[in-house]
């Protein structure tokens, strides 16, 4: 029998450890984890090399500054190029689900190189009831902005398909929304991503869920950002984010978070703007929250991660992939390097050092807030369902191979 692809001769992450195997796939499959080399069309020689299951992304905004048919193809050959194979969209749209998901998820199918996913964002009163119609269509992750209303009470909703201008929209999220969001959420057996910035809310609503013990699971996510910038180290506007930058004292300590497991996974929170826009402003009220990041989370962890010996690779492999797949939905399909699971793999050479440019990336963002950080282990090859789609900085891979990932409730 001939295989499509055989991956030779890498270290392969799994949950369990690192071993010497060469990865078999067949039909966008893994099929077997073997110290053999059977016939096949593809031989990818990986020696020295580290093979990883690809990184799933769970935080990304995109379509809001261009057209999801244009940002679906200058994101994902961002995201696929930093070892990314499948991102999950932070969809915002004004008015109904019903009338508008269709055109979203036709031009996302024609555009993508690597596989995506969708979190329904609940803005307006009428949308709580279009949150069934969402999980049927294979939307099965809600998010939560607690923190506008009152001074943050403008937000930019995604373009509509085939139209190229910003809009800008009033949204008050109030404690009968909040409340009306999570039950119908609860109700579908939906998690909910929760933009946790009213402090005081939230601090109510773990320690009520904490006494009552009622099943409630509660999961973290942090962001590259947040363990690598701090306010001491940056100047200007440019990182401006929310929730913001802090000292480098939390940068530790969100460290220390991570090690004890405290914190289940990690995405990026990345937002495709440019630097016209980004710094249009004043003043730091005036300036756009949120920069570009897909493509330099894995990087970024493995320099100032696994080479300072603040994890391992089966840890960066479970918070940037294995723990994402199962908060929402996707393992085993997505997650794990392991017979019958989807073949995305990023193999990374742990060795490769290089400068970070906005250039070096190429996506709709002209800038980055790590420009010029020399960075060691970097993706070499991505590969999407067997296929190759990423390779040494470059795609090769086809628009319109991205699937969109329907889950399951």
Known sequence: MTFDVVITESHVVLPSGIVEKNIVIDDGKIVDLTNEVPQCDVKINARGLVSMPGVIDPHVHYGVYS??????????QVAAIGGVTTMMRMLRLSGSYKKLLGS??????????????IHASILQKNQINEMEFCAKKGIT???????????????????????????????????????????????????????????????????????KKNGTKIYVETC???????????????????????????????????????????????????????????????????FPGIGTMLPILMSHGVNKGRMTLQQLAEVTSLKAAKIFGMFPKKGILQKGSDADIVIVDTKKENKVTSQLL????????YEGWNLKGWPVKTLVRGEIVAEDFKIIGKQGYGEFIARPV
């Not at 190429?362 to 807030?369: C, K, Q």
Request: charged residues 25%; negative net charge.
């Open 141 to 211: 992750s809600f998010k939560l902005y607690m923190n506008l209303g009152d001074d943050m009470e403008y937000v930019y909703m995604d373009m509509e398909p085939g139209t190229n201008q910003l809009h800008e929209e009033k949204v008050e999220i109030n404690l009968e929304m909040i409340e009306q969001i999570i039950t119908a959420a609860a109700t579908l057996g939906c998690p909910v991503l929760v933009h946790a910035e009213d402090y005081q809310m939230c601090s109510c609503g773990i320690r009520e869920a904490r006494e």
């Open 104 to 117: 979203h998820l036709s031009e996302s199918s024609r555009h993508h190189y690597i596989d995506y996913a």
């Open 362 to 369: 190429d996506g709709f963002s002209d800038y980055t807030v």
């Open 67 to 76: 057209p999801i048919e244009k940002a679906a193809v200058t994101e994902s």
């Open 224 to 290: 590259p950002h947040y363990l690598t910038l701090s306010f001491e180290s940056q100047k200007g506007y440019l990182a401006k984010v929310m929730p913001p930058i802090r000292s480098l004292k939390d940068v530790e300590g969100i460290w220390k978070e991570l090690q004890t497991g405290t914190i289940d996974s990690i995405g990026t929170d990345h937002v495709a703007n440019q630097l016209k826009l980004k710094l249009s402003g004043n003043n730091v009220w005036e300036v756009l929250a949120g």
